[in-house]
């Protein structure tokens, strides 16, 4: 991704992954210990997900690691006063990424946007990744070409013709990274402040 390879994501990729494979989060977990997890208030996590449009799992359903990642991405960039509203922003992106190149016809399920968020740590580059909802996109997102996915949803052959459909995710992506790009110069900014913030914690309330 051009102007990203000298970034270092760790201040926010350490967050990125906490959570081990583990039965517990395989069965699903309460969204009460998702909130004691992200560390933060219910009303906080409910409004991510409603200004999201997240699917919001039933009491009795839990919450996948997926889910649980994805959350805590959402928190740890706002924790860099990131703006919800451009979180928000490029989460449509992904998802127009996604659609068009069929992922929602591949997976029913109704958090299909965030099912790859795995645990798996993300490359500071995100050469074939999607920065919020972790998807391998098995093209690199800086790449000239793009060879979409096979729809094997029921679709009509006849409304997706290869060319258009790549040309048209190539627009997509070159706004993606655009917008990639704008959040890191953002986060670049904010990270000095924070590390302040630390260093004068650390040493006023030890």
Known sequence: MPGLSGFSWRVVLD???VFPLDTRMNEGIAFGEVCQMLGRDPLFVRTLQRQLGLHIPEKDAGYSQGYVIFLEKLVSLRALHVPLEDIRELFEVEKKILSLLHVDALDRSPTWYLDECN????Q???PERLLLSGHRLGFRIDANMIQPTLDFGERHPELFKGREMGEDVFLVVRKYVSMVRSMRERIERERPILENALYWA???FK
């Open 202 to 204: 650390r040493r006023v």
């Open 124 to 126: 500071a580059v995100f």
């Open 15 to 17: 967050c990125f992954q």
């Open 119 to 122: 645990g798996e740590r993300e």
